[in-house]
C-alpha cells in the first residue's frame, strides 16, 4: 500500500529505486558491488568465515568446564543455531546474487531483515534474542576482515539487480538497466557519509538531521535528492520497499502506485532537461545586468572533489572542509590522525586540481555534529557539542596537531593561490592564539629550510560575538568568511543538526539578516574581501537578497554553481541594493522575497 513519510528537503531532485536500509552502527562496512562472475567467490567468501564461527564456537563449547554455568552452555547453542539458521544463508546468497551486493554488505542487510522479525516479536526471551543474532553477525565479519576483497568499494560496478526483471509495481526491467537504489537510514555520520559518495545510491533519507548538518551537507555535495528529518522513515520502510525521494517537497513515498510512478518519472525527466540547460552557462562569465562582477567558488570536502568544481566553473574553492581527512580514519585502520605528509599532499591535490584557482583551506572544524570517529553526536558525552570544544578551539587546545596542519598547509601554498581560513574565532585572544601558532609553523619550516608559500589568512564569521565585533577581526585578517549555518544556528539557539526545531532554523530572521548585512558592507567599505559560505550561499531563493547587501563572493557545492549563475545573470545588483534595504528593515523579511 503506498504511504508517504515527510521531511526536510535538503537535496534538489528526484530519485526512484529500492529501499537500502543501513543501520548507523553497520555503515562502516564496505558497500560495493560484485562482478556477477565474482558472486559465487563472494558467497564463498561468507561461508568460510562462517564455518569459522561455527568451530570456534563448537571448539568452546567442547572445552566449557564441566562446572560452567548453564546459562553459558544454553547461549552458545542459540548462537550455534542462530548461525545454521536458513533464513540467514539464504538470504545472504540471495543479495550476493540477485543484487551483486558484496559479501559483508548482503550479511548486514540480511542482518537487518531478521532483527526487524524479532523486534516484532510478542515474547521477551524471543525479542531478547536479537542481540545475540548482532553478536554472531559481528563475529562474522571480523572473521571476514582481512580477506582480500575482490574489488574496492572505489571499483564500483553498477550491475545490481540485472536478473531481476519485474519490480511489484509490474514495471518492466530492462536486463541492461541497474535497479536504483536509495538508502534510509536512522542516522549515518558525515564520515560515513562520505563512503557513499562514490553514488553507489541514486537517492538517500535519514529519521534525524536538519538541513544545514553535516550529514545533509554531504549529500548535498553528492548531488543526489535526499530528504533528512523524516522521523521514523527508518521503521516504516522495509528492506527492498520501491520509494521515491523528493529532494524538492521533503517527501517519501513508499510502495507507489503505477500513476504515481508515471507522474514522479516525468518530474524526473523536467529536472534533467533544467539541468541540461543550466549546463550551457558553464562558460558564462558571472555578470549581473548592470555588469556588477560575480565570484562562485565552491565547497569542497575531499581534494578530488575539485574535479566537480572545475566542471561546474568554479572560479575557485572558497572552503575546503579540511576535517574531512581526519574523520572516520581508525574504523579504517589509517590511524587517528593524518600526519603532515598526508595532509601535505592532500592540500597539493586540491590545489593542482583547480588548475590555478585560489583554493581556501579552512582548518580543521572537528565537535559537534563531525566526530573525529564514531557513530555521530549521540555518542558525543558533552551536553552541548555545539557549544563546545569545536572548530578552532580544539585546534588550539593541541598546538601540536595545529601546528601539524598549518605547516602542511604552509607547504601546500608553494603551489598554488592559497587562503588560510580559521573557523569558529571569536575571542580576540582565540585570533593571537591563532597567529602566534601560524607563524610558529612558519619558524618551524625555516629551520628546516622546507619551501613554504605566501597565504592570505581569513576568519570566519559564524558566531554572533564575532559578527558584533568585525573591527578586531578586519585588524588581522585579509578576508572574512561568513558561515550562515552556524550563525543562524548560534543566533537563534536553534541546534542545526536537530530536526524537531528545524522549523525555528530561519535564514531570513531580521537578527540574521542584519549580522550577514552589517558584515558585507563593513568589509566592503574596507576593501577587504568577504564571502558567503554557508548553505545560503547555494539557496537560489537568496541570491537576490545577498547580492541586494552587496555581496559578491559566493562559495557552495558545485552542484549550485550554475542554478546561482542563473540568478546572478538575471539580477540587476543597484535596483536590488534599494530592494535589500527595504527586506532589512522589514519585521517579516521573508514576506518581501
Ligand atoms: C557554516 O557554518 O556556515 C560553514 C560553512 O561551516 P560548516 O557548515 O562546516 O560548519
Ligand atoms: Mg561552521
Redo the contacts with the bound molecule.
Keep these: 500500500m503506498t504511504f508517504s513519510v515527510h521531511g526536510l528537503a535538503v537535496s534538489r531532485g528526484i530519485a526512484i529505486g529500492r529501499a537500502v536500509l543501513v543501520a548507523s552502527s553497520r555503515a562502516d562496512v564496505a558497500h560495493y558491488f560484485v562482478d556477477a562472475a565474482k558472486t559465487d567467490e563472494e558467497i564463498t567468501r561468507v561461508r568460510v568465515a562462517r564455518n569459522a564461527v561455527i568451530e570456534e564456537i563448537t571448539r568452546v563449547q567442547k572445552e566449557l568446564p564441566k562446572d560452567a554455568p548453564h546459562e553459558l552452555a544454553a547461549l552458545l547453542d542459540v548462537h550455534l543455531m542462530l548461525l545454521q539458521d536458513e533464513l540467514l544463508i539464504s538470504g545472504v546468497k540471495h543479495w550476493i546474487t540477485e543484487r551483486h551486493y558484496n559479501a559483508e554488505w548482503a550479511l548486514t542487510t540480511q542482518y537487518e531483515i531478521i532483527a526487524r522479525q524479532f523486534d516484532d516479536m510478542e515474547d521477551e526471551y524471543l525479542r531478547e534474542r536479537k542481540a545475540d543474532l548482532e553478536q554472531v553477525v559481528e563475529r562474522i565479519l571480523r572473521r571476514m576482515k582481512g580477506v582480500p576483497s575482490p574489488l574496492q568499494p572505489q571499483q564500483v560496478v553498477r550491475q545490481a539487480g540485472a536478473s531481476r526483471k519485474e519490480s511489484q509495481q509490474g514495471l518492466l526491467l530492462d536486463d541492461t538497466v541497474d535497479v536504483p537504489l536509495v538508502l534510509v537510514a536512522h542516522d549515518i555520520s558525515p564520515a560515513d557519509m562520505l563512503q557513499f559518495k562514490q553514488s553507489l545510491f541514486a537517492g538517500f533519507a535519514t529519521d534525524v538531521g536538519g538541513k544545514?548538518s553535516?550529514t545533509a551537507?554531504v549529500a548535498r555535495s553528492m548531488d543526489i535528492p535526499a530528504v533528512v528529518g523524516a522521523r521514523s522513515a527508518s521503521q516504516l520502510i522495509e528492506q527492498d520497499d520501491w520509494v521515491i525521494i523528493d529532494g524538492d517537497a521533503g517527501v517519501l513515498i513508499v510502495d507507489p502506485s503505477p500513476i504515481i510512478l508515471a507522474e514522479y518519472g516525468f518530474k524526473q525527466r523536467q529536472g534533467e532537461l533544467e539541468r541540461e540547460r543550466l549546463n550551457r552557462l558553464r562558460h558564462t562569465p558571472a555578470l549581473t545586468i548592470d555588469g556588477q562582477r560575480v565570484e562562485l567558488l565552491a565547497?569542497i570536502e575531499m581534494p578530488e572533489d575539485t574535479l566537480g568544481a572545475v566542471a561546474a566553473g568554479a572560479v575557485g574553492v572558497g572552503?575546503f572542509?579540511s576535517?574531512f581527512l581526519f574523520m572516520g580514519r581508525e574504523s579504517k585502520g589509517l590511524g587517528k590522525l593524518p600526519d603532515e605528509e598526508e595532509q601535505y599532499l592532500a592540500y597539493r591535490k586540491a590545489i593542482e586540481g583547480m588548475q590555478g584557482l585560489p583554493v581556501t583551506i579552512?582548518t580543521v572544524?572537528i565537535g559537534?555534529d563531525?566526530p573525529l570517529d564514531g557513530r555521530g553526536k549521540a555518542q558525543d558525552t558533552h551536553l552541548n557539542p555545539a557549544l563546545g570544544l569545536r572548530?578552532i578551539r580544539w585546534s588550539l587546545a593541541d598546538p601540536p596537531m595545529f601546528l601539524t596542519q598549518l605547516r602542511a598547509i604552509l607547504r601546500a601554498a608553494a603551489h598554488g593561490q592559497v587562503n588560510l581560513l580559521v573557523?569558529?574565532l571569536a575571542h580576540a585572544s582565540e585570533i593571537r592564539q591563532t597567529l602566534v601558532l601560524i607563524d610558529h609553523a612558519r619558524a618551524q619550516l625555516d629551520n628546516k629550510g622546507i619551501a613554504y608559500g605566501q597565504v592570505r589568512l581569513g576568519a570566519?564569521i559564524?558566531i554572533p560575538a564575532a559578527a558584533l565585533t568585525l573591527k578586531l577581526f578586519l585588524k588581522y585578517f585579509d578576508f572574512l568568511?561568513?558561515?550562515?549555518?552556524?550563525?543562524?544556528?548560534y543566533t537563534l539557539a536553534i541546534d542545526?543538526a536537530d530536526e524537531t526545531v528545524s522549523h525555528l532554523y530561519d535564514p531570513c530572521h531580521p537578527a540574521v539578516l542584519r549580522l550577514i548585512a552589517e558584515t558585507i558592507a563593513e568589509c566592503n567599505a574596507q576593501g577587504k574581501g568577504v564571502s558567503?559560505?554557508?548553505?545560503?550561499a547555494g539557496d537560489v531563493s537568496m541570491t537576490r537578497l545577498l547580492l541586494g547587501m552587496g555581496l559578491r563572493s559566493f562559495?557552495m557545492h558545485p552542484s549550485q554553481i550554475l542554478a546561482v549563475k542563473q540568478q546572478v545573470l538575471r539580477a540587476d545588483a543597484g535596483k536590488l541594493a534599494i530592494w535589500a534595504a527595504q527586506v532589512l528593515a522589514s519585521d517579516d523579511p521573508a514576506a518581501l522575497l
Design positions: 544545514t553535516h551537507i565547497n572552503l572542509r576535517e579552512r572544524d559537534s563531525k572548530a573557523p569558529m570566519m559564524e568568511s561568513i558561515g550562515t549555518n552556524d550563525l543562524i544556528q542545526r558567503v559560505c554557508g548553505e545560503m562559495s
